[in-house]
């Protein structure tokens, strides 16, 4: 169940409908929007009596959620949830673009990468420092000394960074560097480090299984929203079908599927999601059209030597030209493109950044 607030609610009257609400067994969540505060029951709820709340000061009116990831659903909170990242917002009118390599391979190759994306227009910087491999054999990342070159390349660009944690046990190291947290596909059911991500003060965004259905990705981002992290976006990156012509299935609908069940931001990644650089373009195109509050793209200074996804890596002057075929696509259906991060005089990335690592 939710309590709306009415617009002109005091603290005093959503504090009591607070001690009211876990006098009666229930665990709360404020949300506060743009408009009305509300106040989301979990848990338990044998014990609430909702003509109660109904009845109370400051209460505009009491709603019973349906869906089974009650923080996560629109019909809690009507407003977007909007996370801000250094000068980037994410979930409101502008689209934003996250890119850069799969893997971060050396110093030289991030640097490089992070430098062509922002001077083509990208807003966050991308690259795996620890890489979930089909193979055991295969490359796995170079752990903290790539989450170190992505600090360095933070401060050279002014890129607020995303990267992926795959254990509990590096949750606080990532959480160190990184400015968002990325939940990788294979990880999006493991319920553990999803309950960890929801300890820690850093955006998370968590990538769709690739046999996972829409609702319980959602279902999994309500496992960080109830551990206190209200900062989630989730991201479309192609599923498993009986098609083999792509490396998955990149499910467009889930764009305005989740637009529609969810107040979080809403991520697409062609990449992963074709698999084949000859598809990203035209796919990012359609996922912007479609309504996605930002694109991750793979991009790497020279695909074909990459040590992990070449295949669908875009080299720097394709991706270039996709920002400009983005531009023109946003304007298309009455959006913006985020404009391009200003730097703090030290370098940073600008308004609300966190401390960041200091080599
Ligand atoms: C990635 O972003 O490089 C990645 C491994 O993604 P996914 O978890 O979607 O496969
Ligand atoms: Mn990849």
Redesign the pocket.
Known sequence: MIVVMKPDATAAEIAEVIRRAEAMGARTQPIYGQDHTVIALVGDLTRVERAVFDAMAGVQRTVRIQEPYKLAARTTHPDKTVIQVGPVTLGGPEVVVMAGP?SVESRQQILETAHAVKEAGAHIL?G?AF??RTSPYSFQGLGEEGLRYLAEAREATGLPIIT?VMTVETVPLVAEYADIL?I???NMQNYGLLQAVGKVNRPVML?RGISGSIKELLMCAEYILSNGNMQVLVCE?GIRTYETATRNTFDLNAVPVLQRATHLPVVA?PS?GTGDRDLVIPMARAAVAAGADAIMV?VHPDPDSALS?GAQSLTPEQFAALMEQLRRVAAAVGRPMAGTGQRSPNGRAAAGARPVFQP
Do not use: I, M, T, V
């Open positions: 799969c991308r795996g890489k979930p992926e990325q990788g596909a294979r990538k990156r990644d992963h793979e996804d």
